[in-house]
C-alpha cells in the first residue's frame, strides 16, 4: 500500500485548450482529467479530441484521464477511436452513466488491440460519473458492471439539477449511496465532486471535511488554488498519525482482534484503516 495508491487531486483543464491543459499538468494536480464534454462547445469538440490525441501520443508527467463525450451522443465513437490506442491516457471518465449497459458497451468497444500501443498495458481503467437520480439508484450495479471499472462518484451540479435540490445537505444521501457502492464493488473511496466557486477557499475546505467524514477521499477541482486545500483537508492529522501508528504496532505484536490499554478494541478492520492512513501521511515527508 503507498501513497501513490490514493490520489487526492484531480484537476479538470478543457480539452480545447491546450495550454491549459499545458500548466495544468505542472500545477502539482495527482491527476489532470481532460474534458471533452461539458468545457467544450460544439463546434470545438473535433479540435479538443484532436488536440487531446496529439498530447496523449507520449506518456504525461502526470496520469491523465479524459472525460469523453455523452455516452448516447454523436462524438463518443470518435472520442473513443481517437484515445485508445494511446500510451498518455490513464484512464476515461465516462459521464452521465445511468445503467451496467453503459460500461459494459464501453468496455467493450475501448478494449485494447493486439498490437495496439496500450497492448502492453492493458485495459484502459473506466471511471463512471453518477449525474442523475437513476444513476444513483443503479450506484452498486455500475460500479461492478465491468472489470475495467475502477471508480465511480457523483457529478454534483447536474445532479442537483435532476433532484431539484436546493440546500446540500439534499445530496448527502446520494454521497452515501456511491460510497456504498464502490466499497462493496471493492473499488477505491470515491472522490467529491467539485466545488464550482474558485474563490470560496473556506468554503471548499469546509465541504471536503464533510465529505471526509462521509467516506469520500480526494475531491476534483476546477482550478490549481484548490489544490492544497483538498490535499490538506484529505491528508491525516499528527493525531490522527500517531493513533495509526499506534494501531499498527499493537497489530504486528499480536495480529489478532484485541483491547489496548486506553480500551479501544482493534481488529482487521481496524488495523487496515490505519495502515491506509500512513500511507497518506507519506505524502507529508
Given at each position: 500500500m503507498t501513497a501513490e495508491s490514493f490520489p487526492l487531486t484531480w484537476l479538470y483543464a478543457p480539452g480545447d485548450r491546450p495550454e491549459v491543459v499545458g500548466k495544468a499538468?505542472?500545477?502539482?494536480a495527482d491527476v489532470v482529467l481532460i474534458d471533452l464534454e461539458d468545457a467544450v462547445p460544439p463546434d470545438r469538440k473535433d479540435y479538443a479530441r484532436a488536440a487531446t490525441a496529439e498530447r496523449l501520443t507520449q506518456r504525461q508527467p502526470v496520469p491523465v484521464h479524459v472525460r469523453v463525450n455523452a455516452l448516447d451522443g454523436p462524438w463518443l465513437e470518435a472520442d473513443l477511436k481517437a484515445l485508445t490506442a494511446l500510451p498518455g491516457l490513464?484512464?476515461?471518465?465516462?459521464?452521465?452513466?445511468?445503467?451496467?449497459?453503459?460500461?459494459?458497451?464501453?468496455?467493450?468497444?475501448?478494449?485494447?488491440?493486439?498490437?495496439g500501443a496500450r497492448?502492453?498495458?492493458?485495459?484502459?481503467?473506466?471511471?463512471?460519473?453518477?449525474?442523475?437520480?437513476?444513476?444513483?439508484?443503479?450506484?452498486f450495479a455500475i460500479a461492478s458492471a465491468h472489470p475495467d471499472v475502477r471508480g465511480v462518484s457523483l457529478g454534483e451540479t447536474d445532479l442537483r439539477a435532476d433532484l431539484g435540490v436546493r440546500e446540500d445537505a439534499g445530496l448527502d444521501w446520494s454521497r452515501a449511496r456511491v460510497v456504498v457502492a464502490?466499497?462493496?464493488?471493492?473499488?477505491?473511496?470515491?472522490?467529491?465532486?467539485?466545488?464550482?466557486?474558485?474563490?470560496?477557499?473556506?468554503?471548499?475546505?469546509?465541504?471536503?471535511?464533510?465529505?471526509?467524514?462521509?467516506?469520500?477521499?480526494?475531491?476534483?477541482?476546477?482550478?490549481?488554488?484548490?489544490?492544497?486545500?483538498i490535499e490538506r483537508a484529505y491528508l491525516p492529522t499528527p493525531q490522527e498519525i500517531a493513533t495509526a501508528e499506534e494501531i499498527v504496532k499493537a497489530a504486528a505484536r499480536d495480529p489478532g482482534a484485541q483491547a489496548?490499554?486506553?480500551?479501544?478494541?482493534?481488529?482487521?478492520?481496524?488495523?487496515?484503516?490505519?495502515?491506509?492512513t500512513l500511507a497518506l501521511a507519506r505524502r507529508l515527508n
Open positions: 499538468l505542472a500545477c502539482g490513464s484512464g476515461l471518465r465516462l459521464p452521465k452513466v445511468t445503467s451496467p449497459a453503459d460500461v459494459v458497451r464501453v468496455a467493450e468497444r475501448a478494449a485494447p488491440t493486439e498490437g497492448a502492453e498495458g492493458g485495459a484502459i481503467p473506466l471511471h463512471a460519473l453518477l449525474e442523475t437520480a437513476l444513476g444513483v439508484e443503479q450506484a464502490a466499497r462493496a464493488a471493492r473499488l477505491p473511496p470515491p472522490t467529491q465532486s467539485i466545488h464550482p466557486d474558485i474563490r470560496d477557499l473556506e468554503g471548499l475546505a469546509a465541504s471536503c471535511a464533510r465529505g471526509r467524514a462521509l467516506g469520500f477521499l480526494g475531491r476534483a477541482a476546477i482550478h490549481p488554488r484548490q489544490l492544497p486545500v489496548l490499554p486506553d480500551g479501544r478494541f482493534i481488529d482487521t478492520a481496524v488495523v487496515t484503516g490505519a495502515q491506509r
